[in-house]
């Protein structure tokens, strides 16, 4: 695949998963946005997928840097790109369903299901690494972002510092993914 | 295995998902029967599952006829069949205890799971066609059932034309399993 | 590995899944513990981990001495462990959410999950069985911690002799992966 298509790819998968999710967080009242005026595609205001694609472009493209030092234990190729990204999507889905779960069941069962995503597509330290990186750098935006005042998750659901205690395991999820999804789009099968 | 075998199998694993995933749907109070007098197996009205049972078979018999020209991804065997009907009636199961949550939510994340379980199995565009003929004709037949007053779901879960919404993407996963069904049993491990 | 590196991990497995999966149940208001003056880990009395963990090593146990009987479908290694006990806490914390559902959707949920991952794991006749002891045993024991009047499952999620109907199925995944534990943990990929 051309580095061209290969970065199509990344950006549509980023934008369609980032956008869904998102819609789910919104119509479930676990996130609300609060600045006016800005351009809304779905139910998202236009900077958080463009942000979502930058950070999974950035992973994707520092996981293939690293293949070599980080290698796969299991490697995957097209036909698997699809269902990662569709079991990140699910898990995205279900923290909006969660929303009004204790925080205990939300955060295990977020956390529990990322950790089998991460199995299940690569078990190995280099899409954990992935994996990590997302989870202090996601949130930490979110906080930012939640700080400025442009978004707010609702009462319930912004126990880590105005944000979900949840986020770090979703963020976790979609980092062992995007780690992989470059040399993952290279391989036929 | 025989073909008397192998059509045994199909029809008792589409009469259990069916059953089991109905008496979910009636118990949580997604759907209900409103034709008095028909006789009933657990929580369903006798042709639910002998109308799911001729669909699957009759997509089992579809995949096997065309598997040369949409060949398979992944070759799955006997041991995955348990499994696999099992993750469909999970869903199944799922989208009951989702009666409540919002539209968007509910769609997709059955949609979410529908693609994970299609691509575990086999992510193949013959699998994902089974998928389609299944979402397509599945949530029409059902849409025909609700227009004659046969049964009916209820408030909030009839956004399409009467059915569920997240029907189609239900009947999506069904159908890419049916699809790969016959071959599947065929193979040893 | 060595046989007390081996013993360590499974006893960490078992005491991690152990304790956040009941502050699951806790915290959701499925069990509520009913003895004063035991010391408390997390959510837990002391006891409760103790006796999953004695439970896990001695299924782990069993399936390593009955390997050349019931031999696994699927040789599963130490990157397929992590995945696996998460996945069974994820059923873990599953049955919390669920808690306020209906017993036909949490007991069909839960079981069809159950075999999902007995099937992503190894669907093998013997870890079937190591699941069906643990699916026997485990209720049991727990019925008899009722009766003893140290911990009780509130109303709603008692229906299986004080204890909740979808219990037999969380220990049925729980010991169908504890069953292939010992052997798993020795292989390296």
Known sequence: ??????????????????????????????????????????????????????????????????????????????????????AVLALYALTAALHGQSTTVS????????IVIWGLWDPSPGAAFGGAIAALAGPLVEIAIVAAGAAEYTHGSDGLAGVAPWLPALYFAAGAVAFRLWDALQRPA
Chains 1, 2, 3 share one sequence.
């Open 1 to 86: 695949m051309s580095t061209r298509a290969t970065v199509a790819w990344i950006v549509g998968l980023g934008a369609v998963v980032s956008l869904a999710g998102d819609a789910c967080h919104v119509a479930s009242g676990t996130t609300r946005y609060t600045w006016d005026g800005v351009p809304v595609i779905w139910k998202s205001a236009i900077w958080f997928p463009m942000l979502v694609v930058a950070g999974v472009l950035a992973l994707a493209d520092t996981g293939r840097r690293l293949a070599t030092r980080f290698p796969a234990a299991r490697m995957r190729g097209r036909a698997d790109v699809l269902p990662a990204a569709a």
């Open 107 to 114: 955060v295990i069962l977020t956390a529990a299901v990322a």
